[in-house]
């Protein structure tokens, strides 16, 4: 059986597993996803998923030590496979290969932020792929900005796309504002986990667009109840946003969470956030 080597994406130890060739003939999609339990790797005591490809190379691994509680509310898309795009339109295996965990992650990020986004990639039989992928998972919601390019190419339009965040692989080549800081993106990976999770990647991309359409109508609810505090003249507080969230979805939203929710107030809506608000996250 062929050895695959492994490194422990949490503190970087290196082991071997093996894989059946008769396992991997029957992935029905291009990544064989494998637990890795606690002790398979000498000296390690974490728990990870590994995506390995058919030549059993490690393309992405994902860390399931560090759970995000995300809160559940109804979704607003039933799972219907007639509702994923079709292979020629959009090649869930391409994209699965291709746009790792980390790249996702931050892409996310540049988008709740409305932030104009450059993807590096001398690959262009992926553009089309890429592009779709994005309009699918954030239809109905949130609007990207994003522009697929080889590194020649951007190069001879860096001052055209001076205000953009730009990313080449798992790479942050340009991070405009300072936006992306890995150590603060919690609530995005842990969307991004949600996704990972699913053997069903039809499945999970479904589940990964409700999580993007539950955070732009959650923020969206946060907005609301702004406007119509300042309409009557009322200073808004966290106890009411949490209230009137928890009344309308009928969900506990988390502090962190919440977090999360008032940064796409205040960089994707644009809102200024009262001064009560910002005091009360200075401690996150």
């Known amino acids: 059986m062929p050895n695959v ?21 029957n992935v ?6 494998v637990n890795i339990a606690e002790g398979i790797v000498l000296n390690c005591s974490h728990s990870f998923v590994a995506y390995i490809d058919k030549n059993f190379n490690v393309r992405d691994y994902f860390t399931a030590d560090f759970q995000i509680e995300i809160p559940e509310i109804t979704p607003t898309e039933k799972i219907q496979a007639s509702k994923i795009p079709t292979k020629e339109v959009l090649d869930i ?5 291709n746009i790792s965990s980390i790249l996702l992650t931050y892409i996310l990020k540049s988008i709740f932020s409305k932030q104009k986004i450059v993807l590096l990639s001398n690959q262009q039989f992926l553009y089309g ?11 109905d919601a949130f609007k990207v900005d994003l522009t697929i390019m ?10 055209e796309l001076k205000d953009a965040i730009v990313f080449e692989n798992n790479n942050i080549i340009k991070n405009n504002k300072n936006l992306i800081n890995p150590k603060k993106l919690l609530i995005e990976s842990g969307i991004v986990g949600k996704f990972l999770k699913e053997t069903d990647l039809g499945f999970g991309y479904i589940i990964l667009k409700n999580e993007i359409q539950k955070a732009y109508g959650l923020a969206k609810s946060i907005v609301d109840v702004i406007d119509d505090e300042k309409k009557k003249g009322e200073k808004v507080n966290i106890l009411k946003i949490q209230t009137e969230l928890e009344k309308k979805y009928g969900v ?33």
């Open 5 to 25: 080597k492994i490194n422990c994406p949490i503190c970087d130890k290196k082991g071997i597993i093996e894989i059946s060739q008769d396992v991997m003939k």
């Open 252 to 284: 506990k939203i988390n502090t962190l969470y919440l977090k999360f929710l008032i940064d796409i107030v205040i960089n994707y809506f644009g809102i200024s956030v009262p001064s009560l608000l910002d005091g009360f996250f200075n401690f996150l």
């Open 28 to 33: 029905p999609r291009g990544l064989l996803a």
């Open 129 to 139: 792929h890429i592009l779709n992928f994005f309009k699918y998972i954030t239809q």
């Open 150 to 159: 080889t590194a020649e190419d951007f190069e001879n339009r860096k001052k």
């Open 93 to 97: 295996d391409l994209i699965r290969l």
